[in-house]
């Protein structure tokens, strides 16, 4: 079976770290034809520059990061310093990139990318606000049909909302996008916080990574031990969920998890609720399944696949 081809969508984040250290990891598996940056975690300017400088740690220069938008499509932006640091990748301590960024605009790439490849073929992989991907389909239209799946980090059901009481940070910062794309008719899988929450770094898994006595291990340790520190304090966890890993995990392996096609869809009008996923777990409405909405993973292979892929970089 050749590599799938993927865009990674992302606002790194030391999740989106791993999530992007795992992918480049992983060339027969995975073809990464470009990374875009988007608004999330922290401002654009910061989740460009970290996209690079995960590449370079990961000893992939070549691969091209493009910019993407700045805020989401019709609310002012919202960012998670409170998480992941000022600079998003607080942790290790990294040097800044040497490569530089395309001038070509991300949404751009992706209309560019999605039309010259065949019906679906190319799997877009958002791990942040989906602000990018929305606006290249309400833009171009066309290229949805070119898009084999949408495996996305956002959402909550069960464990209902991380940044308000009834909404998941991704959705929340730009609903607007994510009913975009939850309605565009794609393929989606989406990876919740019902997941994410269950792919925790407790320390031996911590001391796994730090024991791969690479620069990487070394970085992805440091990433996860500042990381944790907020899910320890806010929610007793027992360490930090590693969210985005859990994409680019389920397309090297998706038998790890399981869950339910049903539909979803995205609160975008009610400011106490705004940006829920109303996701019909148990099947109570008519309406069309339109996700495969993922509610639980086998951890221990999560982290022996993750912590195995680490070792290559
Ligand atoms: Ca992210």
Known sequence: MSARKI???????????VAILMALASPEEIDVLGITAVAGNVPLSLTSKNARIVCEL?????VKVYEGCDRPMGRALVTAEHVHGET?????????????VETQHAVDFIIETL??????TVTLCPLGPLTNIATAFTKAPDIIEKVQEIILMGGAYFEVGNITPAAEFNIYVDPQAA???????????????????KVLVTKPRNDAFRALGTKVGKAVAEMTDFFERFDKEKYGSEGA????????AYLIAPDLFSGRHINVEIETQSELTMGMTVADWWGV???TPNALF???VDADGFFKLLTERLSRL
Do not use: W, Y
Request: proline letters at 10%; glycine letters at 10%.
């Open 285 to 287: 409405t008519e309406r």
């Open 179 to 197: 009913d975009i794309v939850f309605k565009s008719g794609a393929s989606i899988v989406v990876m919740p916080l019902d997941v994410t929450h």
């Open 241 to 248: 969920p590693l969210h985005d890993p859990c994409v680019t």
């Open 88 to 100: 998003g990748l607080n942790g290790p301590a990294l040097p800044d990139p040497v490569m530089t």
């Open 294 to 296: 993922i509610g639980d």
């Open 7 to 17: 865009i990674i969508d992302t606002d790194p984040g030391q999740d989106d770290a």
């Open 58 to 62: 990961a000893g992939k220069a070549n």
């Open 115 to 120: 039309r010259s490849h065949d019906t679906g």
